[in-house]
């Protein structure tokens, strides 16, 4: 195996200083917490010991294909949504984009990667113009309720694979809270776009937006859906006059395949985009390069 191959990655190809700080964070000992600075110029506060934090650490930005996208279909001055935001790469990311018009809610429950999220928000190196974050220590579901979040067997390994739970089985979650967007967002509320990662309980958060889904309020939902397509999630979205693709990532850029296209690549990670305005999403999509690694995302 060709041990240079990593670097034809296009967060190296289409951002070279990458290649050595990569380096050079290779040949040091790995810190248990870091602070990063993302490609659009946010810090974010990491642990490069885990699989979200190391991607960071190494590649400067985590999940490229959904940061990308995000990039381009959100406009300044919209909504936009970062359900299960972790230590918050996407919420900086979106806060940047919608611009000091715009409004970023951003919802985790687990207390750990809140304090990251807290962290984001009042970093002084973050005090530049964007949009202000509104942050709930919260998860969302289709009715408000306490519950319990289980954060996985290799919590030190991967921060990113915490489910909710209605008992604490395992002897290791934590007690959360759980919201629904149609209580948070009265009507006549718009959101550009809406990224959604919360491990499985996808359809349970969009069931607690079936007013908001109704009225054609959220535009684009970037989600993640682990289970056999079509889903019950994707039926759903369909039902509500959603058109999805999925998300691909090219060496030369990123891309959209219809979800229900015949003989789906069978390495997909499972990312979607469900849209009401798909020419619009497509037309966002079809330039080539990766327009969220140049500096600032310009």
Not at 149 to 174: I, S
Not at 228 to 240: E, F, M, N, T, W
């Amino acid at each position: 195996m060709n041990p240079l191959k990593v670097f034809t990655r296009p967060e190296y190809a289409f951002r070279p200083r990458q290649i050595l700080t990569r380096l050079r964070r290779a040949l040091s000992p790995v810190p248990e917490s870091a602070e990063v600075t993302l490609p659009w110029g946010d810090t974010v506060r990491v642990c490069p010991r885990e699989t979200i934090g190391a991607e960071i650490w190494y590649c400067g930005v985590f999940d490229l294909p959904v940061a990308e996208t995000l990039w381009r279909l959100l406009d300044a001055g919209e909504t936009a949504l970062d359900v299960g935001a972790n230590l918050g790469q996407m919420t900086s990311l979106l806060r940047c984009k919608a611009g000091p018009a715009g409004r970023v809610l951003a919802f985790e429950p687990h207390p750990q990667l809140f304090g990251a999220l807290e962290f984001l928000r009042d970093a002084p190196a973050n005090q530049r113009p964007g949009a202000p974050l509104e942050l709930f220590q919260a998860g969302l579901s289709d009715a408000a309720r306490a519950a319990w979040l289980d954060p996985g067997g290799d919590w030190q390994a991967n921060r990113g694979l915490g489910r909710v739970t209605a008992a604490d089985t395992g002897g290791r979650a934590v007690s959360i809270q759980l919201l629904t967007l149609d209580e948070l967002l009265p009507p006549g509320s718009l959101v550009g776009v809406a990224k959604v990662d919360v491990e499985g309980h996808e359809l349970d958060v969009l069931r607690g937006a079936s007013r908001l889904l109704g009225e054609r309020a959220v535009r684009d939902l970037i989600y993640e859906d682990l289970a056999v397509q079509p889903s019950p999630v994707s039926a759903l979205l369909r039902a509500q006059g959603y058109s999805l693709f999925t998300l691909q990532a090219r060496r030369r850029g990123p891309g959209l395949r219809a979800s229900d296209a015949p003989d789906e690549p069978a390495d997909l990670q499972h990312n979607f985009l469900a849209t009401l305005d798909p020419a619009r999403a497509q037309a966002r999509l079809a330039a080539p390069g990766w327009q969220v690694l140049s500096t600032g995302g310009k």
